[in-house]
């Protein structure tokens, strides 16, 4: 099966990136160093290909209605235009179809930004609950999106911009977008750093990906962007939570909006099940005492009983240690083992995020 392109994949074969398939896209996992990428994001600016991200409007004057009632947080808490949610879609089961981030435009208007491997799953399932609400559903596949993160990524951004736009971005509070008749630019991200993601036509693109560079801001694959997302304590759909599993067992009850009780949305009746029952698991950040390397799937163990597994795991770059995300019992003791290639090793329990604006957050 061919893959899809971004309209940035000459510029990124160009620069000699490796390319991976993703998701259905052929996207560049480094171009050179990994490493170097992810540490040019904390200390100083790098930017990201996110154009396989599909971006959805919902246009129409039962817009609030339908997404009060399609996702678990409440977009009713939106009162100003911009401002900007992070939620998950769930089933009826509970079960997370994706997680998103929906902009509050104005009321008959929000766009939502939502995975690649998911975007066909996402949009079919949007569609089959829009019967009784005036809403027109929107992919907008002709828009791209470039991620600019990291300590000086605001201002490098910013001076690629018109005047107007450049000013408005620079009021902007995180969590917010703001919007011309091209650009839409959301203080958003994905790394655990400041910085911007900027959805414009696929014919602007190139032209602002190489002005970022000639500015310095360094080209990232996927790989820093997964490193970056670990350290910040960030959620991986397919890894970290699925259809499988409900926001309360993968760290993000805080997205659910369980108030006001009278909001009837899609899985709320399995969450109030769950809780009431007693959620049977949680998400934890670990840290691994000694040498190896945490990775997804590896088994966690309190003695000799079994307690759960790693869902994210990786070497930080920033903290020159291991560490993980992992789903355990929620009754299981801070002291606990991992299972690398046929041996135990001492892990520790800490919260996350690990690092949060180039700062280590744990002890080490």
Not at 4 to 28: C, I, K, Q, Y
Not at 147 to 155: D, L, S, T
């Amino acid at each position: 099966m061919s893959l899809n392109l971004t309209p940035l994949d000459s510029l990124h074969r160009e620069l000699g990136a490796r390319m991976v398939p993703f998701g259905g896209w052929d996207m560049p996992v480094h171009y050179g160093s990994q490493i170097d990428e992810h540490n040019a994001v904390r200390e100083h600016a790098g930017m990201f290909d996110v154009s396989h991200m599909q971006i959805i409007d919902i246009h129409g004057s039962d817009s609030t209605r339908f997404l009060r009632r399609l996702l678990a947080n409440d977009v009713a808490r939106l009162k100003e235009p911009g401002k900007a949610l992070y939620t998950c879609m769930l089933n009826p089961d509970g079960g997370v179809i994706d997680d998103l981030i929906v902009y509050f435009c104005d009321e008959t208007w929000y766009r939502l930004v939502v995975n690649a491997a998911t975007a066909e799953k996402d949009t079919a399932w949007i569609m089959q609950q829009m019967h009784d609400f005036e809403i027109e559903v929107q992919p907008r596949p002709e828009l791209a999106m470039i991620a600019v993160q990291g300590p000086q990524a605001i201002e490098l951004a910013i001076a690629q911009m018109n005047e107007e736009l450049g000013k408005a971005c620079k009021r902007l509070k995180p969590f917010s977008a703001t919007w011309d008749a091209s650009w839409f630019v959301g203080r958003t991200g994905y790394t655990g750093e400041d910085g911007f993601e900027i959805m414009l036509p696929e014919a602007d693109v190139p032209d602002l990906w190489k002005a970022l560079a000639e500015a310095g801001v360094a080209p990232c694959g996927l790989g820093a962007r997964d490193t970056l997302r670990l350290e910040a304590g960030m959620n991986l759909y397919g890894q970290d939570m699925d259809e499988t599993t409900t926001p309360l067992v993968s760290g993000l009850g805080w997205t659910v909006a369980m108030e006001p009780a009278g909001r009837d949305f899609i899985g709320r009746e399995a969450l109030e099940k769950q809780k009431s029952e007693g959620v049977p698991q949680k998400l934890v950040g670990l840290l691994l005492e000694g040498r190896g390397v945490l990775r997804g799937h590896q088994k966690l163990h309190a003695g000799d009983e079994p307690v759960g597994e790693i869902t994210s795991g990786g070497f930080s770059p920033t903290l020159q240690r291991s560490i993980g995300l992992a789903r355990i019992s929620a009754d299981a003791p801070q002291n606990l083992e991992v299972e690398i290639r046929g041996k135990r090793l001492p892990v520790r329990i800490v919260k996350y995020p690990f690092v949060r604006h180039g700062q280590a957050c744990i002890e080490l």
